[in-house]
């Protein structure tokens, strides 16, 4: 009856019917009388431990058995009460262990997330690379440093300047992207700073500039390393003091946004060249994070791939096979080729999966191999049948490339041509015209 405010109350008059209640399941906490008809309540206690069930117990035990509640304790009560006890005092221990265990239970959910996290903002990953990229942009994202995205094309590098500023304190200002290299570099100063009416000829009227509208918020440059020497100055004061003057205006301004950059260039290289301003560098670059190209965390491929598929076509399914091509591949155009690739497959898959021929020739052809692994692993094809494909793939590969000039595979496989004419033959490989096919060639 008391503690029928704090949330459900089951009751149990013995251990029997107290393990029924708890497989039922199971209690955020129980109290727990020693002295019970039958079986006691340490014996009840030896039967949770062996359940494994973790649900705090608070004892109730009568002011001459205190020796039986430290014993309770010992098997793993929480807490005990003696009776007879205060209501309001019991009704505050209840409390106390319910918060308590939502605590805990909060503590351990948010620990799986950090160990266990394959997505962040957006952005989905299970290598470590990327785990490590999500706990840096969280922690980073809370304070000001400016930070340097690097990575090529197609790696999620505005993704990752976008979660920085979406998990900042800032994340109710604005977001601010600027494509450096698609502004054309007479135009870039005004674009940044802003100009003044007349300041040169077409500027008609006062324009404010993207850090003036970053105010308060994040200012995304991106294609940092394609400004010119001469912006390249005028930024780096504007980050150095944190003001700058309108073009044509002498008056200083001065914001508060914080910076994030990103570029596919090497920097480091492009300052060796002369090109990139060191000292600019090492203001923007004061958090460098570097983005792995995709080939280089293919763990990533499948979860990325079925990201996709979830997000455009909910229904479908990629097959074992399609997924071993999308792993095999090499993704020169990292994941946004990827994400091409699954907007291709589900245009042209019929029925409720994309299969391996959906996808891009490129893409499955040069999966073959990890497209037959795959299906070996599910089971689907024996393991003489996967080394026979396999080896017919390579055979094939290797005709195609030398004009199925079998004298030449031969000789690049290490096989006489005479052992290559009989597992073509075997194979039934067939060149796919026959009047090129040797045998003049020799
Ligand atoms: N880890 C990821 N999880 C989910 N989607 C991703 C991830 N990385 C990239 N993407 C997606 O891939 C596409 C390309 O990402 P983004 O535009 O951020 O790349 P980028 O590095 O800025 O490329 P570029 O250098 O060509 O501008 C986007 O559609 C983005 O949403
Ligand atoms: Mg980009």
């Known amino acids: 009856m008391l503690l029928k405010s704090e949330g459900d109350v089951s009751v149990a008059g013995d251990v029997e019917s107290a393990l029924r209640e708890i497989s039922l399941a199971t209690p955020d906490l129980i109290l727990l009388d020693l002295v019970m008809p039958g079986r006691s309540g340490l014996d009840l206690l030896a039967e949770l431990g062996e359940r494994s069930v973790r649900s705090p117990v608070i004892v109730l035990t009568a002011t001459n058995t205190v020796n039986a509640a430290v014993e309770a304790m010992k098997r793993g009560a929480a807490d005990f009460v003696t009776k007879p006890f205060e209501l309001d005092a019991l009704r505050i221990k209840v409390r106390d262990r319910l918060e308590k265990r939502e605590l805990l239970e909060e503590v351990e959910r948010l620990r799986d997330e950090v160990e266990d996290r394959q997505h962040f903002a957006g952005m989905v990953g299970r290598s470590d690379a990327m785990r490590s990229i999500f706990r840096t942009v969280e922690r980073i994202a809370k304070v000001q440093a400016t930070i340097l995205v690097t990575g090529e094309s197609g790696t999620g590098k505005e993704l990752v300047a976008r979660a920085i500023h979406d998990h900042s304190p800032r994340a109710e200002g604005p977001f ?58 005028k930024l780096l004061r504007a980050l150095q003091e944190r003001t700058f003057e309108r073009v044509g205006s002498s008056e200083s301004i001065s914001v508060d946004v914080r910076i994030v950059t990103a570029t596919n260039r090497d920097l480091v290289q492009e300052i060796a060249n002369g090109n990139f301003r060191e000292d600019l560098y090492y203001r923007v670059a004061v958090v460098p994070i570097a983005l792995p190209p995709l080939r280089e965390r293919r763990e990533d491929v499948r979860l990325l791939a079925q990201t996709f598929v979830s997000r455009m076509g909910p229904d479908k399914k990629l097959t074992p096979a399609a997924i071993g091509s999308l792993e095999g591949y090499t993704w020169p155009g990292n994941v946004r080729e990827l994400e091409n690739a699954i907007e291709y497959g589900l245009a042209l898959c019929e029925g409720d999966t994309i299969d391996r021929s959906d996808l891009p020739i490129s893409i499955g052809r040069s999966g073959q191999a990890e497209a037959l692994r795959e299906q070996w692993r599910q089971g689907e094809r024996s393991f003489e049948e996967t080394v026979t494909r396999f080896e017919t793939d390579i055979l094939r590969e290797s005709l195609e490339s030398h004009h199925w000039n079998q004298t030449q595979t031969a000789s690049a496989l290490g096989l006489t041509r005479r052992v290559l004419k009989l597992k073509m033959d075997k194979l039934d490989i067939e060149a796919p015209d026959p009047s090129s096919a040797e045998p003049g060639s020799e």
């Open 176 to 233: 601010v992207a600027v494509n450096c290299g698609a502004i054309p570099r007479d135009l870039i100063e005004s674009e940044l700073f802003g100009h003044e009416r007349g300041a040169f000829t077409g500027a008609t009227g006062r324009r404010t500039g993207r850090f003036e509208a970053a105010n308060g918020g994040t200012l995304f440059l991106d294609e940092i390393g394609e400004l010119d020497g001469a912006v390249q100055v």
